[in-house]
């Protein structure tokens, strides 16, 4: 993962640093915020940047969940998973929202 953002920012800038966590966070969350943190460290993002793109990874990590929870125990399960995941993901990312504007 550090080696993938690495490359998505010298050949995205920014942007590649969003759109890492965004593909890492199907798989782990975890991994992608410390990338990101790590990307932060080296001054390579700024922290509004490194917000938006944890968030990123979080949000596709949820969606990659809602997803298991369906393959896994079908429709009714993933209709009790998925409500509270959403709302989870859409608070966060109000408030950091707020944070940033």
């Known amino acids: ?8 920012n010298a050949w995205l800038g920014e942007r590649g640093v969003i759109v890492s ?3 890492s966070g199907f798989v ?3 991994a992608a915020a410390a990338s990101v ?14 917000i938006v793109a ?3 990874g979080s949000t ?9 929870a369906y393959q896994s125990a079908g429709m009714a ?3 009790r998973i998925a409500p509270g995941l959403i709302v989870m993901i859409g ?11």
């Open 1 to 8: 993962m550090f080696v993938l953002v690495g490359v998505l």
């Open 21 to 23: 966590p965004i593909l």
């Open 28 to 30: 782990d969350a975890h």
């Open 37 to 50: 943190a790590s990307a932060m460290s080296r001054a390579e993002i700024s922290l509004p940047a490194a």
């Open 54 to 56: 944890v968030l990123a």
């Open 60 to 68: 596709s990590n949820a969606v990659m969940k809602i997803i298991v």
């Open 77 to 79: 399960f993933a209709a």
């Open 91 to 101: 608070v966060v990312w109000v408030a950091a929202w707020r944070l940033i504007a």
